[in-house]
């Protein structure tokens, strides 16, 4: 079992950064990918960007060029750096990590873009 928390989030204004973070704890030796989703309202959650423990990434294609998902080589931290935010990628964003023990989820963290 794999215990996520994610911090990072905030109110930012159109162009500019963000940087959300997420630590694992538990069984991280179990963990095969790690990555973040996004949920806005009336929508359903969606892949924002995964890094398996081979370091391969993939992301939405919303948000390629724009946003870069990385993992520190312990492989219990992953990062979202988040540039040239737009206000339709307002949401809630949630850890993910896929493993052994199946999927485990973060609590989220509130992402807004507005003037």
């Known amino acids: 079992q794999v215990q996520l928390v994610e911090s990072g989030g905030g109110l930012v204004q159109p162009g500019g950064s963000l940087r959300l973070s997420c630590v694992a704890s538990?069984?991280?030796?179990?963990?095969?990918?790690m990555g973040w989703y996004r949920q806005a309202p009336g929508k359903q959650r969606e892949l924002v960007a995964r890094?398996?423990?081979?370091?391969?990434?993939t992301y939405l294609d919303s948000v390629k060029g724009r946003f870069t998902i990385s993992r520190d080589n312990a492989g219990n931290w992953v990062y979202l750096q988040m540039n040239s935010l737009k206000p339709e990628d307002t949401a809630v964003y949630y850890c993910?990590?896929?493993?052994?023990?199946?999927?485990?989820w973060g609590q989220g963290t509130q992402v807004t873009v507005s003037s």
């Open positions: 993910n990590t896929e493993g052994y023990y199946g999927r485990s």
């Open positions: 890094i398996t423990i081979g370091g391969t990434t």
């Open positions: 538990g069984s991280i030796f179990s963990i095969n990918a």
